[in-house]
């Protein structure tokens, strides 16, 4: 019996031994993964998050792939590109699931990433690491959004159209380069773009950020297997509850009135303005992005924390709320059917730049009052009696044993309702048991913490 544990061992031991040597030319043998064994601050490593969910976006878009079809013409009435996601949607087996997880993963990304540059910014993280980390990251997040925006943009719905249509004239406006840069970006027509669409969404754009993910990632990367589990799960349960719309094949004529996706909303907002197109829906936009790149090289001090940078943390905080407020406004609509389809869109510049005004002052002000009232706050120092555990082992076995019978009943759950044919039923239960399974190893986790 021991021999047969003893050459089991060694085998492994020398399968490890290869693939380590193999892999010892590698980029991956000098990359420090990291396994806590203890929950850790998702804050940290929210760039790794982001690229858990770049790896979803990818595993679900290959698939996605061999059933789209990048053409406008040929399926009769209906375009090609609207016909096969409705095919995937309705007829090829789990495209439902796939098409459900790509569309909220390509949110989540956005969202992640965003939220990622923001606690480098305010945590000072940024200044521990380099410059070329922090401007490869900020260039990551802008491409992350116009990937995103490639990607609805091939439904080809009425959602799209008014995108394609936004970007098409953004282009067009562009000083001394704008037809050439329109032509090259949209082509010369419907057959044109969507290619170009497709051709950026699924090989350019990818291609870029892979180069940049070698730049960009540090040698350290954290992976806290439950809180993956948990995001992972998190994307599916937002699937089931909030599936994709297919929307309305896209028709010039029909003049339907229809909002872009959250992350474009500010840009929308700008361009309603009807000041000049270049100005709002471009050059205002790229000031933001360049004052992202410039941080670093701007805020030198050796202060991390955001009440030692007051001014930067104002900065900050009035970035947040004007991009916050500005893409609230995208989605206002007059509600007053009697006008005119442009007259319910127009935002009122002097409405709007008057609030960009406020947003700008109040962040300042009381960023400023704030951080002299914790400085001027008595601080007294006082012994803390070392808290308790939240729970004991007799409660934490009760609890995992209660996560493990639910696991058991939603997959069951999930079977069947994937049977009965409720989809989003269905993937709410995988992301549930995903969800579970990270508390249940998390668990596992903090029982090693608690006294005998």
Request: charged letters at 10%; aromatic letters at 14%.
């Amino acid at each position: 019996m021991g021999d047969t544990s003893s050459s089991s061992k060694n085998l492994i031991e020398k399968l490890y031994d290869w693939l380590v040597a193999g892999l010892d030319r590698t980029v991956f043998i000098g990359v420090r993964y990291t396994f806590p064994k203890r929950f850790v601050s998702p804050l940290g490593y929210l760039g790794v998050l982001t690229g858990i969910t770049f790896l979803v976006l990818g595993i679900t878009g290959g698939i996605l792939m061999i059933y789209y079809q990048p053409t406008l013409a040929g399926c009769g009435n209906t375009t090609c590109a609207f016909q096969s996601v409705e095919r995937i949607n309705d007829t090829v087996p789990f495209g439902w699931l796939l098409r459900n997880i790509h569309y909220t993963a390509s949110n989540a990304m956005v969202l992640l990433a965003v939220l990622h540059l923001y606690y480098q910014y305010f945590s000072g993280r940024f200044k521990i690491k380099n410059e070329v980390l922090w401007v490869t990251g900020v260039i990551f997040g802008l491409i992350t959004g116009i990937e995103a925006y490639t990607g609805y943009d091939l439904i080809f719905n009425q959602r799209a159209g008014l995108a394609i249509e936004i970007g098409a004239s953004l282009a067009n406006a562009s000083p001394v380069i704008g037809a050439p840069l329109r032509l090259a970006t949209f082509g010369a027509g419907f057959a044109d773009f969507i290619l170009r669409l497709y051709a950026a969404h699924v090989f350019i754009l990818p291609m870029v950020m892979l180069i940049l993910v070698f730049i960009h990632f540090p040698r350290y990367l954290v992976f806290d297997i439950p809180v993956v589990s948990v995001v992972v799960g998190g994307l599916f349960m937002i699937a089931g509850v909030f599936p994709a719309e297919l929307g309305m094949q896209y028709n010039p004529g029909q003049g339907q009135l229809t909002i872009p996706e959250w992350y474009l909303t500010a840009l929308y907002a700008l361009l309603r303005t009807e000041y000049d197109k270049f100005v709002m829906g471009g050059l205002m936009p790229a000031l933001l992005v360049l004052m992202a790149i410039v941080v670093p090289f701007v805020d030198t001090s050796k202060k991390l924390s955001w009440k030692d940078r007051p001014f930067f943390t104002a900065l900050g905080l009035t970035s947040i709320s004007q991009i916050i407020v500005t893409t609230a406004w995208g989605f206002y609509v007059n509600p007053d059917t009697n006008l005119a389809t442009l007259a319910r869109l127009f935002v009122p510049p002097a409405e709007y730049f008057s609030a960009m005004i406020a947003i700008t002052v109040i962040s300042f002000v009381v960023t400023y009052a704030y951080l002299r009232y914790l400085k001027a706050k008595e601080r007294v120092r006082r012994a803390v009696a070392p808290l308790k555990p939240l729970l004991n082992r007799k409660w934490l076995l009760i609890i995992f044993i209660l996560l493990l019978g639910s696991q058991v009943a939603l997959n069951g759950m999930a079977v069947m309702a994937v049977q009965a044919g409720l989809n989003g039923l269905a993937l709410f239960q995988v992301g549930s048991i995903l969800v579970a399974f990270g508390v249940i190893v998390h668990l596992y986790r903090y029982s090693h913490s608690l006294p005998f």
